[in-house]
């Protein structure tokens, strides 16, 4: 019996020529990462340990993006614990204001992760980089201290569940539309422990933006990793940014899967995951009327330059709703930089959104667009939790760039049709 | 040593957010963490639990984030143990990682009521409920998790490894 790709990269990086699922494994790490809110209990776990050094000071980074620019004094105190130890260990993989994006855009896009790899982040969001063919996961800021002294960590080699995409993707359906149908279909801990497996040809339809999206929401479903085989596009996406050798890795045609599910996208729509589980996933069409106070484009799921396109297709020469405020946040610099290149910027200006630096803040209710009791807001991010991004009474439709968009042109849940129909106000 | 306290009962996919919201990420004290636990949830639960209860949760117990602030306000708030259906992974290793003991136990997550006081043995994962007067067995926690437990967590584990503590 052969391996996944997943169960290949852990037994490589355990230095074991097989492993299998339920396998308790001490893999090698090859990157590492914490955020402004994970870095400190990291730091403060990391001496605890006692050790003098991390154990490669190029294989870690930190990225300040949670609430970064400070929101208050507690914040602006955890980037100063976060800062020092970057100083006194002289690590220069260090993302600060006006440098930094969202951690998993910017490390995949910075090349720190490729091929092949296994890479650990202190965000639960860091599953993202399996578009790359990489085993990626999120740990706690513990584990990541152990890792960060070590350069080791341990695994439970999860089953892996494929998902296949077939036929032809119909306009406004996008990576996400894809996902949220998934976790719709097997609820939040419909992958819990597992791999979740992308693959068919739909795949390549997709840009490596629509990709990570996918593999970004893999933890939605409870899984340990999302993971995409790498095929060429992958690989020229990887080639000009890797800052070391790789060696893809591909799984064997005698793999052993846990469940296969097949998906023919043809007839599929824009969907949302309405209040307030990631699972609660229902066609835009259903939800249509629903009234909006704030929509949302940005996060390490949706705030890449596609996602960015799709919704200046939506807004040229419209308005936001006068009742809804938007919110853009280009999820890199380089992105930023590159919206501005395109004429987005102006499009999102022009049309009376908000445009931000980098940061997560909206996501998690920090900064940047908290909402209040009652307020409803649609958002390209992943998770609608009670609370998440504001008052237990707020409510959070999570959705794909051009849908957000859309509902900030109409003041409500429509389908993106409905809004790019009528003629633009240029 | 049995732990002995009351139980809180909460429902299914409890997310981490719930477990601490997002707003209050900006420390990384237990206590100052554990005044905030399930404010989102149900504000007035944080004053009902005291020291030494116990936290009996349904399905995939923590999922979401990968905040080890959610096991540090459990901690902080003074909970001794949590009993759930099932957990979410990240928060599964966070826990062990912090000292936190939980139990896999779907019989003792239904049976359970409200209110209900109950004994648990941490070793052998029995569960009493001196209310009711039943007894439930959690799952055995995996051998490396109980080592990582009697080590006091995954910190006490690498200075061993390393060589930096007695073995």
């Known amino acids: 019996m052969g391996m996944t790709i997943t169960e290949k990269i852990l037994a490589s990086h355990a230095g074991l020529p097989k492993v299998e699922p339920g396998d308790l494994v001490e893999c090698r790490v090859d990157m590492l990462f914490a955020n402004d809110i994970t870095a400190p209990l990291a730091i403060q776990q990391f001496e605890r340990i006692g050790v003098d050094r991390v154990f490669d000071p190029d ?4 990225v300040l993006d949670h609430y970064s620019p400070s929101k208050d004094i507690a914040s602006a105190e955890q980037c100063r614990i976060t800062r020092e130890f970057v100083r006194k260990h002289g690590l220069p993989h260090f993302y600060d204001v006006g440098r930094a994006g969202i951690a998993h855009v910017l490390l995949a896009e910075e090349g720190f992760v490729a091929p092949g790899e296994l890479f650990v982040g202190a965000d639960s969001h860091t599953c993202n980089h399996g578009a790359l063919g990489a085993f990626a996961t999120g740990v706690g800021s513990s584990d990541l201290a152990a890792a960060m002294a070590t350069g080791r960590l341990w695994f439970r080699v999860p089953p892996t ?3 296949v995409f077939r036929g032809t993707l119909p306009r406004w359906v996008t990576g996400k539309d894809l996902v949220l149908r998934i976790i719709g279909d097997i609820g939040v801990d419909g992958a819990r422990y597992a791999a979740m497996e992308f693959a068919g040809p739909v795949l390549q339809q997709l840009s490596m933006d629509e990709r990570f999206s996918i593999t970004n929401m893999a933890v939605e479903a409870g899984a340990k990793n999302g993971i995409m085989e790498p095929d060429e596009a992958v690989l020229d996406w990887v080639r000009p940014r890797a800052r070391r050798p790789f060696q893809p890795v591909y799984g064997d045609p005698d793999a052993s899967y846990a469940a296969v599910y097949e998906y023919d996208v ?6 949302v995951s309405a209040p307030s589980s990631p699972a609660n996933v229902v066609p835009v069409t259903e939800v249509s009327g629903v009234r909006v106070d704030q929509c949302f484009i940005g996060t390490c799921t949706n705030g890449r330059i596609e996602d960015l396109r799709q919704a200046a297709r939506v807004l040229a020469g419209r308005r936001v709703h006068p009742d809804v405020r938007l919110l853009v946040i280009p999820a890199s610099p380089r992105i930023y930089r590159q919206a501005l290149e395109e004429g987005l910027i102006q499009v999102f200006l022009d049309a009376g959104a ?7 803040g909206p996501c998690i209710g920090g900064h940047m667009g908290v909402l209040a009791d009652g307020e409803v807001c649609v958002s390209t991010s992943s998770r609608n939790f009670i609370g998440r991004m504001g008052h237990r009474g707020s409510k959070v439709y999570l959705s794909n760039a051009a849908v957000a968009a859309a509902a900030a042109v109409a003041g409500k849940l429509v389908h993106p049709d409905e809004v790019v129909r009528e003629p633009a106000r240029v | ?3 002995r306290g009351r139980a809180h009962k909460v429902g299914d996919h409890i997310d981490t957010d719930l477990i601490i919201a997002g707003r209050y990420l900006v420390t990384t004290d237990p206590v100052k963490l554990g005044e905030h636990l399930f404010e989102d949830l149900d504000p007035e639960l944080r004053q009902r639990i005291r020291p030494g209860d116990v936290l009996v ?9 990968s905040r080890e602030h959610a096991p540090l306000a459990l901690v902080g708030a003074g909970v001794a143990a949590v009993v759930a259906a099932s957990y979410a992974r990240i928060f599964y290793r966070n826990a062990f990682n912090n000292g936190l003991l939980l139990l896999e136990c779907p019989e003792a997550s239904r049976a359970v009521q409200d209110g209900d006081e109950l004994e648990i043995e941490p070793q052998t994962g029995e569960i009493r409920n001196l209310t009711r007067g039943e007894a439930y067995r959690a799952k055995p926690i995996p051998p490396f998790m109980q080592e990582l437990t009697q080590l006091g967590g995954i910190i006490p584990y690498v200075r061993r490894k390393l060589g930096l503590e007695a073995s």
């Open chain 1, 59 to 62: 294989r870690v980074a930190f």
């Open chain 1, 266 to 271: 043809t007839d599929m729509q824009p969907v």
């Open chain 2, 57 to 65: 949760a349904g399905e995939n117990f923590g999922q979401g984030s």
């Open chain 2, 1 to 3: 040593m049995a732990i």
């Open chain 1, 354 to 360: 908000a445009v931000s630096t980098p940061t997560c």
């Open chain 1, 161 to 163: 569940l494929r998902f």
